[in-house]
């Protein structure tokens, strides 16, 4: 039998077969436009979105509305972590590098708020890391380094780290948003816009999920150790668990470091540079110039009348087109990198929490857990953190400004000379016509020309050095005439030239040696 006569087992007379009864309404025409309707808005466009049109777009307004209520919730989320830290006090004392960092940054914030006190804070409270992120000085980065490091075991310790890819995501969210609003219009104007535009819907979806999943991250328990086991290890057991815990966690931290400091470097870092030089001008561009080309090329008779400068044309159409193309695949790739950096984040915060607990379960039995929060009845400090708005972007931001720097009366760099004093320990080399107060210090004579002053016969003192009673002159220990050859001169002037040994000592063989010929009469 065959499988395509299944009709012949039926009953034919019911006519199920015929045209009246076929239900055939899964082959009627539908608009893509309704099918698509049915899906949640809060879907990532899917490879089936794609296909049920020719040209996929998402409504402009809609991922305007989107990315406004993006900036909303983050906005929402950061203040309700930054009220969770804000009763969040660590001693200043945890470590040496930590202290030090705390006091030079409160030495700087006296200096450019005028504070006389010479008491500071022996905590460090929320404000004053504010502060600091929002200066960035030199000193700025050092202590949020440090408190970084200082905390990473704590087990409020992933807050921090939330916060600041909330605030990564907030910022990439203000970059699209001012691309939405300031160069676009109230509708598509080409198709450039609509493929930026589905990218910037599909990164709105991603983030808001990663929003919610930092909703759940912060409320999750962190994963403890069962109460069973935890009667049952000995002491040295936990101590051990502890050690290997803390290990495993000073790994993750750094592994968390690296992944938000490239999500800072292309969220925060090169985001501007990434939408304001390339992603917006290309759209500005294409808008304004090459749809107007592209229009007159293909509406009018340019191709005809200008055959040169149409090939032309067509050569940089195809430029801009390819150039827009490698943008369109950047920002595809920049998501995508988001959401795996992203994902990898929020995996290994789970697991630091995780460790964290178990080190703090242990710490019954173990070693116990070092006490870094700090008690503190009356904040007295925060509000001057608060209210701290120095600008140090001019005065000692990456590059330090000198004229901000302390203790510049002190020799900290003994290697080079002081405007007013300084020691000369080593050799000097001048270079050729390199002079000194306008000197040629290596082949200077006193002759006038070089720079410096003649020097004079009658300049010269030749009386004081033999008047001089305290002048020893060391004889020498053997003189002898090699060879005399005495004459007379015309006039009756004797004259007598000679050779004359003399044996110094060899301290003495390049100094300068004075003959005094004394005549004895006998």
């Known amino acids: 039998m065959s499988v395509n006569n299944i009709q012949n087992v039926t009953n034919a007379d019911e006519k199920f077969y015929s045209a009246e009864k076929a239900d055939v309404s899964f082959f009627e025409d539908k608009k893509p436009e309704e099918f698509i309707e049915k899906y949640s808005?809060?879907?990532?466009?899917?490879s089936t979105d794609y296909a049920l049109r020719p040209e996929f777009f998402v409504p402009l307004s809609f991922v305007k509305s989107q990315v406004l209520s993006l900036n909303?919730?983050?906005?929402?989320?950061?203040?309700?972590?930054?009220?969770?830290?804000?009763?969040?006090?660590?001693?200043?004392?945890?470590?040496?590098?930590?202290?030090?960092?705390?006091?030079?940054?409160?030495?700087?914030?006296?200096?450019?708020n005028n504070i006389i006190s010479e008491d500071y804070p022996t905590y460090i409270s929320f404000s004053e890391y504010k502060y600091a992120e929002r200066t960035m000085s030199t000193s700025c980065r050092r202590m949020l380094d440090e408190y970084s490091r200082s905390i990473s075991q704590a087990s409020f310790a992933y807050l921090y780290d939330l916060r600041k890819i909330i605030s990564f995501i907030q910022?990439?969210?203000?970059?699209?948003r001012d691309i939405l609003f300031n160069k676009f219009g109230e509708d598509y104007e080409n198709d450039s816009q609509k493929q930026v535009a589905t990218q910037f819907d599909a990164?709105?979806?991603?983030?808001?999920q990663f929003a919610q999943r930092t909703k759940q991250t912060i409320t999750a328990p962190p994963g403890e150790i069962p109460t069973s086991e935890l009667d049952k290890i000995t002491k040295k057991q936990a101590?051990?668990?502890?050690?290997?815990?803390?290990?495993?966690?000073?790994?993750?931290?750094?592994?968390?470091?690296?992944?938000?400091?490239?999500?800072?470097?292309?969220?925060?870092?090169?985001?501007?540079i990434f939408y304001e030089r390339y992603v917006s001008q290309s759209i500005q561009f294409t808008k304004d110039i090459v749809s107007s080309m592209e229009l007159d090329f293909y509406t009018t008779s340019i191709s005809r009348d200008l055959p040169f400068l149409t090939d032309e044309l067509l050569i940089a159409t195809n430029v801009i087109t390819a150039n827009f193309g490698m943008i369109l695949t950047d920002l595809v790739q920049r998501n995508h990198m988001f959401s795996t950096n992203a994902d990898n984040l929020f995996r290994i915060l789970q697991t630091k929490r995780k460790y964290s607990n178990y080190i703090f379960q242990l710490s019954f039995k173990g070693q116990a857990k070092p006490v870094i929060l700090a008690k503190v009845q009356k904040d007295e400090y925060s509000s001057i953190f608060d209210n701290s708005y120095a600008n140090f972007k001019i005065e000692s931001d990456l590059i330090s400004n000198h004229a901000s720097l302390d203790n510049l009366e002190e020799n900290h760099h003994p290697q080079y000379l002081l405007r007013d004093g300084g020691v000369i320990s080593g050799n000097i080399f001048v270079q050729s016509n390199s002079r000194i107060d306008g000197v040629?210090?290596?082949?200077?004579?006193?002759?006038?020309?070089?720079?410096?002053?003649?020097?004079?016969?009658t300049d010269i003192d030749y009386s004081s050095a033999r008047n001089d009673n305290n002048i020893k002159i060391e004889k020498p220990t053997n003189i002898e005439v090699v060879q005399y050859l005495p004459d007379l001169t015309d006039g009756g002037v004797p004259i007598v030239d000679g050779i004359i040994d003399i044996e110094v000592n060899d301290d003495l063989i390049n100094d300068s040696n004075e003959v005094i010929i004394e005549i004895i009469e006998i």
């Open 440 to 457: 040629h210090i290596s082949s200077h004579t006193h002759n006038g020309v070089d720079g410096s002053e003649r020097i004079r016969s």
């Open 203 to 208: 990164w709105t979806k991603v983030a808001s």
């Open 41 to 46: 808005t809060n879907l990532i466009p899917s």
């Open 171 to 176: 910022n990439e969210a203000i970059s699209i």
């Open 72 to 112: 909303a919730v983050l906005s929402e989320m950061k203040e309700d972590i930054d009220f969770l830290l804000s009763s969040i006090y660590i001693k200043n004392n945890i470590n040496l590098s930590l202290e030090e960092a705390h006091k030079v940054l409160w030495n700087e914030i006296k200096k450019y």
């Open 239 to 272: 101590v051990e668990f502890q050690a290997f815990f803390s290990i495993r966690l000073n790994a993750l931290h750094e592994e968390s470091q690296n992944i938000l400091n490239i999500l800072q470097r292309d969220y925060v870092d090169t985001s501007e």
